[in-house]
């Protein structure tokens, strides 16, 4: 398994969605960057004017809470998360690279862009799945109705063929089987 493949899907594996968006927060992209966290956010907030809402945005208390309760991560009774951490969409991402100006943040970013528009490809296609997947049960639904309609004919015909045609009119039905005596 190529080194490129692996880093593709421990990246994939980072990005969440926060605020109905694809994001990596800061403590999983810095360390691709060859950075700490507190060196990323730092650089980012010298750089504030490159980094509109649509690029970062910083995490409520309650959403870290729930971050960390959701990845198994406990405090300690009594201990508060100290800072909260920045969440970077796939244009933060790739800003972040550039204003640490490296070159293992310029190769990080774009292996961080790519996972970004690969996850997005996944999602486009499972979007079209589910179109066809809506339209065939469209299609059935109306088949669904039509082969009831042939059940319920073929009933009625075989309920018209089990009597004959004076026992109708009489009402009374002739047995069927072995009768002693």
Same mark, same amino acid.
């Given at each position: 398994?190529?080194?490129?493949? *692996?880093l593709?899907?421990?990246?994939e594996?980072?990005? #969440? ?11 999983d992209? !810095?360390?691709? %960057?060859g950075v700490?966290?507190?060196v990323?956010?730092? !650089?980012?907030? =010298?750089?504030k004017?490159?980094?509109? *809402? $649509? @690029?970062? @945005?910083q995490l409520?208390k ?7 309760r &959701?990845?198994?991560v406990? #405090?300690?009774r ?5 800072f909260?951490? %920045?969440a970077?969409?796939? %244009? ?8 640490l ?9 774009? !292996?961080?862009?790519r996972a @970004? ?6 999602? &486009?296609?499972?979007?079209e799945?589910? *179109?066809?997947l809506?339209?065939?049960?469209? =299609?059935?639904?109306?088949? $669904?109705?039509?082969i ?11 309920n018209?063929?089990s009597q004959?045609?004076?026992d109708?009119?009489?009402? &009374?039905k002739?047995?069927?089987? @072995?009768?002693?005596?």
């Amino acid at each position: 398994m190529s080194k490129e493949i *692996v880093l593709q899907g421990l990246i994939e594996s980072k990005i #969440l969605v926060i605020r109905g968006q694809r994001v990596m927060l800061d403590r999983d992209l !810095a360390p691709l %960057y060859g950075v700490v966290p507190k060196v990323l956010n730092q !650089a980012v907030k =010298r750089k504030k004017e490159k980094f509109p *809402v $649509d @690029f970062m @945005f910083q995490l409520s208390k309650r959403e870290a809470e729930e971050l960390s309760r &959701s990845q198994f991560v406990t #405090l300690k009774r009594g201990q508060n998360i100290k800072f909260l951490p %920045y969440a970077f969409t796939e %244009y933060g991402a790739i800003q972040a690279a550039n204003i640490l100006n490296s070159s293992a943040a310029t190769q990080a970013g774009i !292996a961080v862009v790519r996972a @970004f528009v690969r996850l997005r490809e996944m999602v &486009s296609a499972h979007k079209e799945l589910a *179109v066809k997947l809506a339209e065939l049960e469209r =299609r059935l639904a109306g088949h $669904d109705m039509e082969i009831k309609a042939i059940v319920d004919l073929i009933r009625q015909l075989m309920n018209g063929m089990s009597q004959p045609e004076n026992d109708k009119s009489s009402g &009374s039905k002739k047995q069927i089987g @072995f009768h002693p005596g």
